[in-house]
Nanobody, 121 residues
Framework: QIQLVESGGGLVQAGDSLRLSCAGS????????MGWFRQAPGKDREFVAI???????RYLGSVEGRFTISRDNTGNTIYLQMNSLKPEDTAVYYC???????????????WGQGTQVTVSS
């Protein structure tokens, strides 16, 4: 079992950048597929980016080229670098983990508590 804690959210203007971090516990962190999801007010939660244990990545179409997911297994941390932020990126961002790359997209085993990202126009 692992626990996930996100940080790095905040209020920024359109065009700015933010980097989210997600610190995970557990000695098997490196074996997990990890991901970032987001939920905007009144909308369903959606996947943003995922990274496999072997560091294959996949992105939501609307963030591809602007967001970059990465992982530091030594530090049990994943990151989401968000550039050229838009008001429509405003949401609560959640970190998630699962033992499989398929599972992270379907129903992650573990979730963080979320961090708010607000992008003003």
């Amino acid at each position: 079992q692992i626990q996930l804690v996100e940080s790095g959210g905040g209020l920024v203007q359109a065009g700015d950048s933010l980097r989210l971090s997600c610190a995970g516990s557990g000695r098997t962190f490196s074996r997990y597929a990890m991901g970032w999801f987001r939920q905007a007010p009144g909308k369903d939660r959606e996947f943003v980016a995922i990274i496999s244990a072997s560091e294959n990545t996949r992105y939501l179409g609307s963030v591809e080229g602007r967001f970059t997911i990465s992982r530091d297994n030594t530090g049990n941390t994943i990151y989401l670098q968000m550039n050229s932020l838009k008001p429509e990126d405003t949401a609560v961002y959640y970190c998630a983990a699962d033992q499989s790359y398929i599972g992270i997209l379907q129903s992650p085993d573990y979730w963080g508590q979320g961090t708010q990202v607000t992008v003003s126009s």
